[in-house]
């Protein structure tokens, strides 16, 4: 049975927020000492924009050290610096209450706090954080684009190409707005266009499909899609020789339900592939048996 304490009226306002800003010092500086808790990851999905995991994506945390958190003085720590050592350790509540501490005219503030949001699932608030990032900065690119993963997990796979072609159009040279563009075209079944907004961003940054998963959005689409997705990166990254990423993708199409063997063994994107010792030890290890005429093309060209 939980026991519910009850203050007296009489007591003055001043009591109050002593003991409120009580209750924020103990609970931030005990998310500090407890460090990150850990999340399901996913396959890829829509990336938030700028403001990852790492110290490096956030600037304004740079400087302070995370070597002894637990000594971290927080009333000496501006509130967005707070915020950002907060997301670095993955406490999303105490990064949300430090934020909100913090000037209510930045639009990068409201954007940062749509991430925390975001990563707990709540989406109808994140979207509120993202609109208010746009009401001071409309051209804010990145907050357009988180916009847009929010739609993107809301399903509504139309309204989330709208807001990444126009994060594309303000800032055209960002991997990750064109990966997340081709994956709303993988969730509408639109595969051509899908791959080609892949190609675009694997021309940017051949690393945008292999960050760390803790930085994308776990909203998952229907299994067909991850299965094309993953088939389609894996051709991606065969084509461009880049063997460990490549079998890395084929593997994920497989556990996802991926069985068309055939397929995989004519198509001349994985040509080069097939060739190499890394896919022999792939089709043994996921017992994959592959069709006589591959077979045999696999004996003329031994692999390397």
């Given at each position: ?15 109050f927020l002593l ?177 080609a907004a892949y ?106």
């Amino acid at each position: 049975m939980r026991t519910i304490y009850r203050l007296p009226a009489a007591l003055p306002h001043s009591f109050f927020l002593l003991l409120s800003a009580a209750f924020v010092f103990v609970f931030v500086a005990r998310a500090i000492a407890e460090g990150p808790r850990d999340l399901p990851t996913a396959s890829p999905v829509p990336s938030y924009a700028s403001y990852g995991f790492g110290q490096q994506d956030y600037p304004s945390a740079q400087n302070v050290s995370l070597a002894s958190p637990a000594r971290l003085d927080i009333y000496s720590v501006p509130p967005e610096t707070l915020g950002d050592l907060m997301m670095i350790h993955q406490r999303y509540l105490a990064a949300i209450e430090a934020y909100q501490r913090a000037p209510h005219n930045s639009a990068v503030v409201w954007n940062k706090l749509g991430i925390a949001y975001q990563h707990m699932y709540a989406l109808d608030i994140a979207k509120l954080q993202y609109e208010k990032a746009l009401e001071i900065n409309p051209k804010y690119p990145e907050a357009i684009n988180n916009l847009g993963t929010v739609y993107y997990g809301e399903q509504n796979y139309h309204k989330a190409e709208k807001y990444y072609h126009k994060a594309i159009r303000l800032e055209p040279n960002c991997a990750s707005f064109y990966s997340n563009l081709g994956t709303a075209y993988f969730a509408d079944h639109n595969y051509k266009r899908g791959i080609a907004a892949y190609k675009k961003a694997f021309s940017i940054d051949p690393e945008v499909f292999i960050s760390d998963p803790l930085d994308r959005v776990a909203e998952m689409g229907p299994t067909e899609e991850q299965v094309a997705l993953n088939y389609a990166l894996a051709r991606l990254y065969a084509q461009a020789g880049m063997v460990e990423a490549s079998i890395q993708y084929l593997r994920m199409a497989y556990m996802d339900g991926f069985n068309d063997t055939r397929k995989l063994m004519e198509d001349q994107g994985f040509a080069a592939l097939r060739t190499t010792s890394q896919f022999r030890l792939f089709m043994t290890e996921e017992h994959i048996k592959g069709t006589d005429s591959a077979e045999q093309s696999l004996v003329k060209s031994p692999p390397r």
